[in-house]
Nanobody, 123 residues
Framework: QVQLVESGGGLVQAGDSLRLSCAVS????????MGWFRQAAGKEREFVLS????????YYADSVKGRFTASRDNARNTVYLQMNSLKPEDTAVYYC????????????????WGKGTLVTVSS
């Protein structure tokens, strides 16, 4: 079974940066497209960004363009979410997801999910 474990969340102040990691089990990581989603208290889960299986392109939600970037390290079976210029409205539980496909463009395409890591941004 594929297992995803997020880490790196915590409490930061507005304007700070934070990097989240998602470690993926198995030896077929390079076949997975990866996505990041978030869910704030009382809100629906929303798409943040996704990175293609090859790592060659990334899709961004409008709310994070210019602030968030993603990368992947196939040798470490890990994807990263670099978050800069954090805002209080970024406060949420962040989830990573994986699918054996070229890219994830919709949550329904995700096959595996992590349990999430909490990011809290104070003003």
């Amino acid at each position: 079974q594929v297992q995803l474990v997020e880490s790196g969340g915590g409490l930061v102040q507005a304007g700070d940066s934070l990097r989240l990691s998602c470690a993926v089990s198995g030896r077929t990581f390079s076949t997975y497209a990866m996505g990041w989603f978030r869910q704030a208290a009382g809100k629906e889960r929303e798409f943040v960004l996704s990175i293609s299986r090859s790592g060659g392109f990334t899709y961004y939600a409008d709310s994070v363009k210019g602030r968030f970037t993603a990368s992947r390290d196939n040798a470490r079976n890990t994807v990263y979410l670099q978050m800069n210029s954090l805002k209080p409205e970024d406060t949420a539980v962040y989830y990573c997801a994986a699918a054996v496909r070229a890219a994830i463009t919709d949550y329904r395409q995700a096959e595996y999910w992590g349990k999430g890591t909490l990011v809290t941004v104070s003003s």
